[in-house]
């Protein structure tokens, strides 16, 4: 047993059925889950915290960090002693989250990505990586270096490999090559879109492992709808300039015309950049022919915010499908210190959650 009480893992197996997340279709041999956040089996996070930093941080998140250097500059009240006490309350759910994800859908030899904050891609095409904890019956958990996609070659093994990554508001999007079994996963929010991330991912298939992007079957995941996250001018720009200029997006336009539009808020304009749009572009301009979407938004602010009638933050944080960096970005929760103080905190701050996203060769 990797992570978790006797106890605990006693309660995942009985109501493993429970468990929940999001599929689609793949080749035969082939497993894509995106997992839903709050499952009643899924570990209660320990410590001092408000119902807010209960309702945002509990449920199936399966990988914590936490930023303590500046979470004490925001709050010079808090000690070394506590922040280390918040650390540690948080990583220990993260562990115990990705161990009953891993036990409930049986999830073999994981191979976890580490993002990069960037979204930069690096590519780690021969499954060099660090074993992190101990072998257990499910085999080894091991973490690729920071990298934003993972590329494994054809299939030389009879043993199930997964691929896995966290995943908030961006894409998570598995391709595979249905000829020679190769496949990868591929993380891109704004920033990935706009450096093409998916596109060098088929041409490394490509020139690695001999894929013909005909052969290969793509994916594009759950991430924000266009109507819960926009940008400013400068920020569009930047967008445009990093994918290669207005021509670029222009061809984009010519084939999905609602993959930038402008959107009336307040006194300064702002943009909807359509992500699902641009990858799907990317994808079959790649030689990639066969692509899947899913129109299943992370944030979901509202139950109609794929209809772009309106944003209503009307459903409580605990009733939320998936945890997002943007529907949390501004909330605050409060840590009790040890001297019952109640000390408020950002939680964009205190590092967090991710949905749990893997593909699995069988």
Same mark, same amino acid.
């Given at each position: 047993?990797?992570? #978790? =009480?006797? *106890?605990?893992? /006693?309660?995942?197996?009985?109501?493993?059925?429970?468990? $929940?997340?999001?599929?689609?279709? +793949?080749?035969?041999?082939?497993?894509?889950?995106?997992?839903?956040?709050?499952?009643?089996?899924?570990?209660?996070?320990?410590?001092?915290?408000?119902?807010?930093?209960?309702?945002?941080?509990?449920?199936?998140?399966?990988?914590?960090?936490?930023?303590?250097?500046?979470?004490?500059?925001?709050?010079?009240?808090?000690?070394?002693?506590?922040?280390?006490?918040?650390?540690?309350?948080?990583?220990?759910?993260?562990?115990?989250?990705?161990?009953?994800?891993?036990?409930?859908?049986?999830?073999?030899?994981?191979?976890?990505?580490?993002?990069?904050?960037?979204?930069?891609?690096?590519?780690?095409?021969?499954?060099?990586?660090?074993?992190?904890?101990?072998?257990?019956?499910? #085999? =080894?958990? *091991?973490?690729? /270096?920071?990298?934003?996609?993972?590329?494994?070659?054809? $299939?030389?093994?009879?043993?199930? +490999?997964?691929?896995?990554?966290?995943?908030?508001?961006?894409?998570?999007?598995?391709?595979?090559?249905?000829?020679?079994?190769?496949?990868?996963?591929?993380?891109?929010?704004?920033?990935?879109?706009?450096?093409?991330?998916?596109?060098?991912?088929?041409?490394?298939?490509?020139?690695?492992?001999?894929?013909?992007?005909?052969?290969?079957?793509?994916?594009?995941?759950?991430?924000?709808?266009?109507?819960?996250?926009?940008?400013?001018?400068?920020?569009?720009?930047?967008?445009?300039?990093?994918?290669?200029?207005?021509?670029?997006?222009?061809?984009?336009?010519?084939?999905?015309?609602?993959?930038?539009?402008?959107?009336?808020?307040?006194?300064?304009?702002?943009?909807?950049?359509?992500?699902?749009?641009?990858?799907?572009?990317?994808?079959?301009?790649?030689?990639?022919?066969?692509?899947?979407?899913?129109?299943?938004?992370?944030?979901?602010?509202?139950?109609?915010?794929?209809?772009?009638?309106?944003?209503?933050?009307?459903?409580?944080?605990?009733?939320?499908?998936?945890?997002?960096?943007?529907?949390?970005?501004?909330?605050?929760?409060?840590?009790?210190?040890?001297?019952?103080?109640?000390?408020?905190?950002?939680?964009?701050?205190?590092?967090?959650?991710?949905?749990?996203?893997?593909?699995?060769?069988?």
């Amino acid at each position: 047993m990797l992570f #978790g =009480t006797g *106890r605990e893992i /006693a309660a995942f197996e009985q109501e493993r059925d429970e468990l $929940r997340a999001q599929t689609c279709d +793949l080749p035969i041999g082939f497993t894509y889950l995106y997992m839903q956040r709050n499952q009643r089996t899924a570990p209660y996070l320990e410590g001092n915290w408000d119902d807010a930093g209960l309702d945002i941080y509990d449920g199936m998140s399966p990988r914590m960090s936490y930023t303590s250097p500046g979470v004490r500059e925001a709050n010079p009240a808090l000690s070394a002693h506590e922040a280390a006490a918040i650390a540690g309350r948080l990583q220990s759910q993260g562990r115990r989250s990705l161990d009953a994800a891993r036990r409930a859908f049986d999830l073999r030899n994981v191979g976890w990505l580490e993002l990069k904050g960037e979204d930069n891609a690096t590519v780690m095409s021969t499954g060099r990586a660090r074993q992190v904890g101990q072998r257990d019956v499910r #085999g =080894t958990m *091991r973490r690729f /270096a920071r990298s934003d996609i993972a590329l494994v070659g054809p $299939r030389t093994e009879s043993y199930p +490999l997964t691929l896995a990554m966290g995943v908030a508001d961006c894409l998570a999007m598995p391709l595979i090559d249905t000829r020679t079994e190769a496949f990868g996963f591929v993380h891109a929010g704004r920033a990935g879109t706009a450096l093409r991330a998916v596109a060098r991912a088929v041409r490394t298939m490509a020139e690695r492992f001999g894929s013909d992007p005909n052969d290969i079957r793509a994916h594009v995941g759950e991430g924000i709808c266009t109507t819960c996250h926009t940008v400013g001018e400068k920020g569009l720009a930047q967008f445009v300039r990093t994918f290669g200029g207005k021509t670029q997006v222009d061809h984009v336009l010519s084939q999905f015309p609602s993959a930038v539009y402008e959107i009336e808020e307040g006194p300064e304009p702002r943009y909807a950049i359509n992500l699902h749009s641009f990858n799907s572009y990317l994808l079959h301009h790649s030689g990639v022919s066969e692509v899947t979407r899913t129109k299943v938004c992370t944030a979901r602010l509202s139950e109609t915010c794929l209809d772009k009638t309106g944003i209503a933050n009307d459903i409580p944080e605990a009733d939320q499908l998936f945890y997002s960096h943007e529907r949390v970005k501004d909330r605050t929760v409060q840590w009790q210190t040890a001297s019952g103080q109640w000390l408020p905190l950002q939680a964009g701050t205190l590092g967090t959650p991710r949905n749990l996203a893997t593909i699995t060769r069988r």
